[in-house]
């Protein structure tokens, strides 16, 4: 059975920085892409970073510069470093697998979903 379990989420002040974390287990997902997706109060789930097999990264422009995906394979390990926090990043941030070597920012590519951590960021 796979599991995703995201931590690290917690209220900072506008301009600080976070690092969440998402454990995987259940399966050898080295070759999975590996994706963070949040959603706001309010809004659609939207995507925000993704590292492919061999470790390309993507970030949509809303956080391009600013925060950095990256994984760690013997720890089953997905990070999402971010820094100059705004506000508008306050969101449910959840960590998702997708069995695609590649696969692209469309949920529907992703298999598999952690519950979700809290990010809020006050002004």
């Known amino acids: 059975q796979v599991q995703l379990v995201e931590s690290g989420g917690g209220l900072v002040q506008a301009g600080g920085s976070l690092r969440l974390s998402c454990a995987a287990s259940g399966r050898t997902f080295s070759r999975d892409t590996m994706a963070w997706f949040r959603q706001a109060p309010g809004k659609e789930r939207e995507f925000v970073a993704r590292?492919?097999?061999?470790?390309?990264?993507y970030y949509a422009d809303s956080v391009k510069g600013r925060f950095t995906i990256s994984r760690d394979n013997a720890k089953s390990t997905v990070y999402l470093y971010m820094s100059s926090l705004k506000p508008e990043d306050t969101a449910v941030y959840y960590c998702?697998?997708?069995?695609?070597?590649?696969?692209?920012?469309?949920?529907?590519?992703?298999?598999?979903w952690g519950q979700g951590t809290q990010v809020t960021i006050s002004s």
């Open positions: 998702a697998d997708s069995r695609l070597s590649i696969a692209t920012f469309r949920q529907s590519h992703y298999d598999f």
């Open positions: 590292i492919v097999s061999g470790d390309k990264t």
